[in-house]
């Protein structure tokens, strides 16, 4: 899922640098379903660095060029995926709509924002892919306009196996700037974490559920 593991090692370099990702497995994070969590990611702390956006922004739209060729339209995930698609968008010249979760319970009710037109053919921006879910609803939003999805670009994912498994379901390929193992291999290389952080850590990864129970 990746292209370059330089770059991608860049990016992991950079999430850890600014704290955009917190890695605490003797701390761990509590998430809102009450899964305790030994990394916190928070990929919009990388909207307040210039450089480091920048870096991003051209992986992003190099990534996507990639993949899946240059698309018509780039949409955006609410809401990580707003600010960073529109960043892709300018950076290509294309143009740019964004997915809620949700329709709208008023004015145009639309779930959809912004100009586009049948047929179209986009490509989805991420910020992190946990489970999938919430993105695989985007897509399905945006082929019920009967938009051609090609495909997902995301900064950042955990490796879950539920996530590959919804994507290969939903056809809906997709790429990640880094991820999960590339994060760690670069956390202990420099010392931010030890071995045995390292187990725990990739302990988590194969059983959140039952991890430190």
């Not at 196996?161 to 999960?180: D, G, H, I, Q, S």
Request: with cysteine.
């Amino acid at each position: 899922m990746i292209f370059n593991d330089d770059k991608a090692l860049k990016v992991a370099e950079f999430l850890l640098q600014i704290k955009a990702v917190k890695l605490q497995p003797n701390d761990p994070f509590t998430w809102a379903s009450g899964i305790k969590s030994p990394i916190y990611c928070d990929n919009r702390v990388t909207l307040s660095y210039p450089n480091i956006r920048t870096f991003i922004r051209q992986e992003y739209a190099e990534t996507l060029v990639e993949a899946f060729g240059k698309p018509d339209v780039i949409a955006g995930v609410a809401t990580g995926g707003i600010a960073q698609g529109a960043l892709v968008a300018q950076e290509l010249g294309l143009p740019f709509i964004y997915v809620r979760s949700e329709a709208k319970k008023h004015g145009m009710g639309n779930q959809i924002e912004g100009y586009f037109e049948e047929g179209q053919k986009v490509v989805l921006i991420e910020d992190l892919i946990s489970t999938g879910g919430s993105s695989l609803k985007a897509v399905d939003a945006l082929r019920d306009a009967n938009l051609d999805v090609k495909g997902l670009v995301a900064i950042f994912t955990y490796g879950f196996k539920v996530a590959k498994v919804n994507f290969e379901n939903a056809k809906c390929p997709y790429r990640t700037l880094t991820n999960y193992d590339v994060l760690l291999e670069h956390a202990k290389e420099n010392n931010i974490i030890s071995e045995e952080e390292a187990r725990s850590l990739l302990e988590w990864k194969s059983d959140p559920q039952s991890w430190k129970k």
